[in-house]
């Protein structure tokens, strides 16, 4: 996964999408509690597969791994939230989700991979 890291560029791609997010979160909808939880989460599955993409052994980079899979998950939450409670207008909360699903499945795949290999 270190080499040309498809999963670390979608992650990438994706915080820009929750940065804008939230900044229109924050200036049109003068949102600003959970849009920054948004901000938070939605950034950092990004910034542990680069601290995974640094580990010192396999258990480090399962370790951030599992971190990046954890903030999806909760991305996926606040996505949530706000949409159910009209904050993001149901068209972008789908491509949202959808593109926080499709990295939940990347790392838990991963994830699978890197703990089996680490139990041998």
């Known amino acids: 996964m270190k080499e ?3 999963t670390y560029k979608k ?11 939230c900044k229109n979160l924050t200036q049109d909808k003068k949102e600003y509690v959970l849009s920054k939880q948004l901000l ?12 995974a993409n640094g580990g010192i052994s396999n258990a480090d980079f399962s370790a951030k791994i599992s971190i990046a899979y954890k903030e999806a998950l909760e991305t996926k939450y606040w ?25 939940c499945k990347i790392l838990f795949s991963i994830l699978k991979k890197t703990r089996i290999h ?3």
């Open 4 to 6: 040309d890291n498809i």
């Open 40 to 51: 938070r989460s939605g950034t950092s599955i990004g910034a542990n597969i680069a601290e």
């Open 79 to 103: 996505l949530s939230l706000l949409k159910d409670t009209g904050y993001i207008e149901e068209n972008k909360y789908e491509i949202l989700f959808e593109q926080t699903d499709e990295l």
């Open 11 to 21: 992650a990438y791609v994706f915080a820009i999408e929750i940065v804008n997010a």
């Open 118 to 120: 680490n139990n041998k």
